[in-house]
């Protein structure tokens, strides 16, 4: 079976590591098609858009992306970030973070971690909707903001609809049932806000009564963060909102080692895009420097997501293999090596 696959290396080491990732699929033997397009902040510079059209129809073509990594500007107007646009163009509302212990890599905070975040991503915060009231707007839009009255005040729109919550809960509690997991955890802060996590906490318990087999837990987001540090051992899979999941899957990252090994896929009903959870790192751009785990694992995640189960669990063996032997390693995990050697450490071991 052929896939076409469009290929976004985007800003900084985002070619690095697209560059790895290409040593490991060249040495697996399935028919792809790669589609080559551009996206981020060079496209600003050139288009004063981050996703151009050409690139529009380059992923339109294709069955999923694999993408790099974007540098961001805040405070620039007009400037809209590519990966958020692509996100709610193709409503990849799952955002699917797995967080593991690797054997050998010695940034491992605990050796026992093996955890799995689902964060939705289609809405709250990063719903884009932002205002500068006007004082009269302001007192219309609720009692309470009487007290702001007469203050130079901008407003968030905190969005959170019953559907992506309801969405992003089956999607947790899916893929805890398909692959042996025992506990979902949600994740929320309901005790304040009330409105919003509250339609969140109702779906999450809808949902968990269809899965009886599933042991769950429901956490302040507070608590979570902290319990990460003390006990990281007891989450199996998190699902959570937009925000909450964006700031809880840094701090994962760093348990198993840093953000050179978090990787993640945005999926939607029909399309999907993998990628890294690093930024794009302009001061290493080009020195193909950095871990590429990250953009590998991201690989794996791609090829589970296409079916190619074998060759995914291939990857991730090899993977493994190389962090546990340590012979071939980036500076981050004490080595001298670089990003394409450490990939091609990894593609011989397939």
Not at 49 to 63: F, G, R
Not at 115 to 122: A, D, G, Q, T, Y
Not at 298 to 323: Q, T, Y
Not at 333 to 349: D, P
Request: aromatic share 10%.
């Amino acid at each position: 079976m052929g896939y076409r696959i469009c290929r976004l290396p985007g800003d900084g080491i985002g070619h690095d590591v697209m560059k790895a990732a290409m040593i490991v699929m060249e040495k697996i033997p399935l028919d792809i098609q790669w589609v080559d397009a551009e996206a981020g902040w060079r496209m600003w510079e050139k288009y004063q858009n981050t996703v151009p059209d050409e690139t529009w129809k380059a992923l339109e073509s294709a069955d999923c992306c694999l993408f790099g990594a974007i540098t961001s500007k805040p405070g620039i107007k007009g400037f809209l970030s590519a990966i958020l646009q692509i996100r709610q163009k193709f409503d990849l509302y799952i955002n699917m973070r797995p967080f593991k212990s690797y054997p050998g890599v010695s940034l491992n905070y605990r050796d026992d971690i093996d955890m799995v975040l689902f964060r939705e991503n289609s809405e709250d915060l990063y719903s884009g909707v932002e205002f500068y009231p006007t004082p009269e707007a302001l007192i219309d839009m609720h009692p309470r903001m009487e007290r702001f009255k007469g203050k130079d005040v901008a407003v968030s729109c905190r969005v959170i609809t019953r559907e992506g919550c309801r969405r992003i809960c089956e999607a947790a509690f899916r893929f805890a049932s398909e692959n042996g997991r025992k506990r979902v955890t949600g994740v929320h802060k309901a005790n304040v806000i009330r409105l919003t996590d509250g339609i969140f906490l109702e779906e999450f318990r809808k949902v968990a009564e269809k899965y009886p087999q599933i042991e769950t837990a429901e956490e302040n987001v507070d608590a979570v963060a902290m319990w990460f540090i003390k006990k990281p051992e007891f989450y199996d899979v998190l699902v959570t909102t937009n925000m909450f999941g964006d700031i809880l899957s840094d701090e994962a990252a760093q348990l198993v080692g840093s953000l050179g090994f978090a990787a993640s896929a945005n999926i939607g009903d029909k399309y999907a895009l993998f990628e890294p959870s690093h930024g794009s790192a302009p001061k290493y751009a080009g020195q193909f420097k950095v871990n590429p785990t990250a953009m590998l694992l991201s690989v794996k995640m791609m090829l589970d997501w296409l079916g190619e189960k074998e060759w995914a669990a291939r990857l991730e063996a090899a993977i493994a293999k190389v962090l546990l032997e340590g012979k071939v390693k980036t500076y981050d995990l004490g080595g001298v090596n670089g990003t394409l050697e450490m990939a091609e450490e990894v593609a011989k071991n397939l």
